[in-house]
C-alpha cells in the first residue's frame, strides 16, 4: 500500500469484527513503528497490549460503571483547553455531531449517548487494545513525539488490512487502568487505541470527518512557479 493511500484511508474506525489479531503481525507493527522520529531520539512512548482474557477482564471491570459515569475517575491529564475556543471548539462540536447523527442518536438523547460513549471502553469490539503512556517529567515536545509514535501505528495497520481507533477516553479511568496494567508511578497513560479489522457494515464507520483545506492552515512564500 502506498503511504498515500495509508493515510488516505486511516479513519477512526468505531466498529470491529470479533477476528483476531495474531501477536507477532503487533509485535512487528510495534517495532516498525519505532523508527518513528522523536527529538533526541529519545523514544519516549510505552506500550501495553491487551487481547483476550486481559482484555476482557479489564473491560469487565470498567463496564458496570462507565454508560451512567462518563466521567469515571476524572481525567489523568487535561484533554482540550477549558474554555476550548474557536474555531477548536466547533471542530469539535461539528464532529460529534457527524458521529451521532450517523448512528441515528438524537442530541438530545443524552443516555443513548452516554451509552456510546461507553462503547470506548470495549474498545468498540477490536480483538486487540494498547494503552500508550509516558513518563511523567515529559512535556509537550516529547508528547509531540509520542503522538508521531501512535500514528505510524496507525498507518502501519493500514498496510496490514486494520484499523484503529485513538481512544483518550480511557483517561477518565486512568487510576483502574494504571493499576490493571500495573503501570509505574512515574509513568502517564495517555490514549488507548483499539485495533482490529473494521466492521464494514457498521453505519458508525460510514461517515467521514470533515477537514479544512490546504489554504487554511499553511501558507506558502518564494516558489517561484505556480
Ligand atoms: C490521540 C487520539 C485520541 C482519540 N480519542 C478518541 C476517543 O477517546 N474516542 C473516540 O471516539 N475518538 C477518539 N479519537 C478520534 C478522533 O475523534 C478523530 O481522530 C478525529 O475526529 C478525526 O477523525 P478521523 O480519525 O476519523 O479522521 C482520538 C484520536 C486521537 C488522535
Known sequence: MHVRDAVASRFSCRAFLPTPVPLATVRELLDRAARAPSGGNLQPWRVHVLAGAPLEHLKALIRPFAPANPRGEGAGYQIYPDPLK???YSRRGEVGALLYQAIGIPREDRPARYR???RNFEFFGAPVGLFFSIDRTMGPPQWSDLGMFVQTVMLLARGEGLHTCGIEAWTH???TVSAFLALPDEHLLFCGMAL??????APINKWRSPREGVDSFATFRGFDHA
Open 86 to 88: 474557536e474555531p477548536y
Open 116 to 118: 456510546q460513549y461507553a
Open 173 to 175: 479511568w486512568h487510576k
Open 196 to 201: 482490529g479489522h473494521a466492521d464494514p457494515a
